[in-house]
């Protein structure tokens, strides 16, 4: 593919339900990283995975929010129990690989819209 | 504890006007900072960082370790400048920081 793709792009859900959201990288990028877009807070580092694994799981809000990488590619966010301050962008991004040089080039995918109602 | 400030949430410059967008950070070892920008519309996407000490689209940033700042310059704004612009900086252990962002307008 031309660059990272994200699935779905809107998501409205209701409060309570888990929702799952994907990332499709760039291939041959080994590195992928999930952020989330809330409004008037910038962007908040959720994890990064270097191949499948996620070394650092410490940016994620907390205990509802899980993801994971398989075959070195596709990834999904997981919100379980979705609350209504989960309500964000959740952008993805891929990289040739996880280093400081590296890392300042990510390309990022164009979100999914999130809602929690 | 906030590692990266942009004080500014929006900034409105004149076309042909010098406009600096500011960003400052917070962070005892040394960091690595970068500027991304997302057009309207568009993906973010990386517009410089510090270590290349590149120019690009006609900006420029210098990292002031005196002032923990990375402000971005350019001389003369266009148009097609105005967009979200925001500055990130990656600590040891590949720890993330984005800023919360700078709305640039440039009026016509």
């Known amino acids: 593919g031309a660059g990272v793709s994200q699935s779905p792009s809107n998501k409205v859900t209701e409060k309570g339900k888990d929702v799952e959201l994907r990332c499709d990288p760039i291939?041959?990028?080994?590195?992928l990283y999930w952020y989330r877009q809330s409004l008037g807070q910038g962007l908040e580092f959720l994890i990064y995975?270097?191949?499948?694994?996620?070394?650092?799981k410490s940016g994620l809000p907390s205990d509802r929010f899980s993801a994971e990488r398989t075959g070195g590619s596709v990834s999904t966010l997981t919100i379980q129990r979705t609350q209504q301050e989960d309500s964000a962008v959740y952008l993805c991004a891929s990289s040739l690989a996880v280093t400081s040089s590296a890392w300042g080039e990510q390309y990022f995918g164009p979100g999914t819209r999130l809602t929690v109602t | 504890a906030q590692r990266v400030t942009q004080p500014e949430k929006l900034l409105s410059v004149f076309k042909g006007a010098p406009v600096e967008l500011k960003c400052n950070y917070s962070y005892s070892g040394s960091p690595e900072l970068f500027w991304y920008v997302q057009y309207s519309r568009q993906r973010l996407q990386l517009l410089l960082r510090?270590?290349s000490r590149e120019s690009i689209k006609g900006f420029t940033a210098d990292l002031n370790k005196g002032e923990t700042s990375f402000h971005l310059k350019k001389p003369f704004a266009q148009e097609e400048d105005s967009a979200m612009y925001y500055c990130?900086?990656?600590?040891?252990?590949?720890?993330?920081?984005f800023g919360t962002g700078t709305s640039l307008t440039v009026i016509p």
């Open positions: 990130a900086l990656i600590a040891a252990g590949n720890q993330f920081y």
């Open positions: 510090h270590i």
């Open positions: 291939s041959g990028h080994t590195a």
């Open positions: 995975f270097q191949g499948n694994s996620a070394p650092d």
